[in-house]
């Protein structure tokens, strides 16, 4: 059966097959392939999923910050269901970078948590995406609403720089970046955890394309079952219950 037949009898499109085919490939090379680190244990084996998601998790919400711009400029639903979908999205991911995060601070940092500076702008990201998300639920869908959400996507991006560079720019406990290094990219890492690292960065990232073309469809289905019942809501009063 070739990958078309395995997503069809799925039920998932070939796009999320090859989504599920990475994860799996990523945990092989993550927890198995890529050697134990010395100092760390396997405990550092975290990392590959870690960065992965920190990744994700700021770079969907400079995609909520340009869709939110792009929104203010045309007005476009289109590009409001972007930042919608982008937010939800790379909030799974953030929470997942402050679940994991932790689990490596303890055995390494003798600490769940500590106010580092890249954990304290990590922290206040997380929080930006509980207050978009709260006001996407319970505001209402009134364009005054949507404004003021654009405006929270387009502030929310000044925190990822300072999320990014916070271990260059202040001391903190959290380790310097052994991806980015004045010796080239991924210098500072052996090369079977560079690539254990570049297959998680890539598989999380198509992940999240995935996850969010989905996200899209379904609030795309939201509008046309929403313009369907006004529709029948004006040709027949009363008619619909809902």
Same mark, same amino acid.
């Given at each position: 059966?070739?990958?078309? !037949?395995? @997503?069809?009898?799925?039920?998932?499109?070939?796009?999320?097959?090859?989504? &599920?085919?990475?994860?799996?490939?990523?945990?092989?090379?993550?927890?198995?392939?890529?050697?134990? *680190?010395?100092?760390?244990?396997?405990?550092?084996?975290?990392? +590959?999923?870690?960065? @992965?998601? @920190?990744?994700?998790?700021?770079?969907?919400?400079?995609?909520? !910050?340009?869709?939110?711009?792009? +929104?203010?400029?045309?007005?476009?639903?289109?590009?409001?269901?972007?930042? +919608?979908?982008?937010?939800?999205?790379?909030?799974?991911?953030?929470?997942?970078?402050?679940?994991?995060?932790?689990?490596?601070?303890?055995?390494?940092? !003798?600490?769940?948590?500590?106010?580092?500076?890249?954990?304290?702008?990590?922290?206040? &990201?997380?929080?930006?995406?509980?207050?978009? &998300?709260?006001?996407?639920?319970?505001?209402?869908?009134?364009?005054?609403?949507?404004?003021?959400?654009?405006?929270?996507?387009?502030?929310?991006?000044?925190?990822?720089?300072?999320?990014?560079?916070?271990?260059?720019?202040?001391?903190?406990?959290?380790?310097?970046?052994?991806?980015?290094? *004045?010796? !080239?990219?991924? @210098?500072?890492?052996?090369?079977?955890?560079?690539?254990?690292?570049?297959?998680?960065?890539?598989?999380?990232?198509?992940?999240?394309? +995935?996850?969010?073309?989905?996200?899209?469809?379904?609030?795309?289905?939201?509008? *046309?079952?929403?313009? &369907?019942?006004?529709?029948?809501?004006?040709?027949?009063?009363?008619?619909?219950?809902?």
């Amino acid at each position: 059966m070739n990958m078309a !037949g395995i @997503a069809a009898r799925l039920r998932i499109t070939p796009f999320g097959l090859i989504c &599920l085919v990475g994860l799996v490939a990523t945990l092989y090379l993550s927890l198995i392939w890529a050697p134990r *680190e010395r100092v760390m244990g396997d405990v550092q084996r975290i990392m +590959y999923f870690h960065v @992965a998601s @920190a990744w994700i998790a700021e770079f969907a919400f400079v995609l909520v !910050g340009v869709s939110s711009v792009i +929104y203010l400029w045309l007005r476009e639903r289109k590009w409001d269901i972007v930042a +919608y979908s982008a937010a939800e999205v790379g909030f799974v991911f953030c929470c997942f970078v402050m679940i994991t995060g932790p689990i490596w601070g303890k055995p390494v940092w !003798g600490t769940w948590w500590t106010w580092d500076p890249r954990l304290t702008f990590s922290m206040i &990201l997380w929080l930006i995406y509980v207050a978009y &998300l709260m006001l996407r639920v319970y505001g209402d869908d009134l364009p005054q609403v949507k404004t003021f959400l654009a405006v929270l996507g387009i502030l929310g991006t000044i925190d990822i720089p300072f999320i990014h560079f916070a271990t260059l720019w202040w001391r903190g406990l959290h380790p310097d970046s052994l991806v980015m290094t *004045e010796e !080239g990219l991924g @210098a500072g890492m052996e090369v079977n955890m560079r690539i254990a690292l570049g297959v998680s960065a890539v598989v999380f990232t198509l992940l999240f394309f +995935y996850l969010m073309s989905r996200r899209m469809a379904l609030e795309r289905l939201r509008d *046309e079952t929403e313009a &369907l019942r006004e529709r029948v809501e004006h040709r027949h009063p009363g008619s619909v219950g809902i």
